[in-house]
């Protein structure tokens, strides 16, 4: 059984940093895809930052955060995280971590993108605020 757990989150204010943390444990899966997905009040989850990890590593952002995120993964400890620059207020959220397990195959039928609904497993999140 796979287990996420987010830290890392809090305030800051807009032009600022922060660094998000997931510890990901039971994932014994060879290849994989991990990614943070961001959910307000109202709104569909919507994805940040995916990385898939099986025979290559590959990493997607959402164009919203291009530039300004660096998702990464330590696959020694099983360490997912999301360097935070540049911070705007709309990036107010609760940040979430998920995992699923994936071939090639899915990864190329564009599994590993920004879908909620292709993750199997999910974090309890952890929130964002950024001030003005």
């Known amino acids: 059984q796979v287990e996420l757990v987010e830290s890392g989150g809090g305030s800051a204010q807009a032009g600022g940093s922060l660094r998000l943390s997931c510890a990901a444990s039971g994932v014994t899966y060879s290849s994989y895809c991990l990614g943070w997905f961001r959910q307000t009040p109202g709104k569909a989850r919507e994805g940040v930052a995916t990385i898939y990890f099986g025979n290559m590593e590959h990493k997607t952002y959402a164009d919203s955060v291009k530039g300004r995120f660096t998702i990464s993964l330590d696959s020694a400890n099983n360490i997912l995280s999301l360097q935070m620059n540049n911070l705007k207020p709309e990036d107010t959220a609760m940040y979430y971590c998920?995992?699923?397990?994936?071939?090639?195959?899915?990864?190329?039928?564009?599994?590993?993108?920004?879908?909620?609904?292709?993750?199997?497993?999910w974090g309890q999140g952890t929130q964002v605020t950024v001030s003005s």
């Open positions: 998920a995992a699923d397990a994936q071939t090639w195959t899915d990864y190329l039928r564009g599994r590993c993108g920004g879908t909620s609904a292709d993750f199997q497993s």
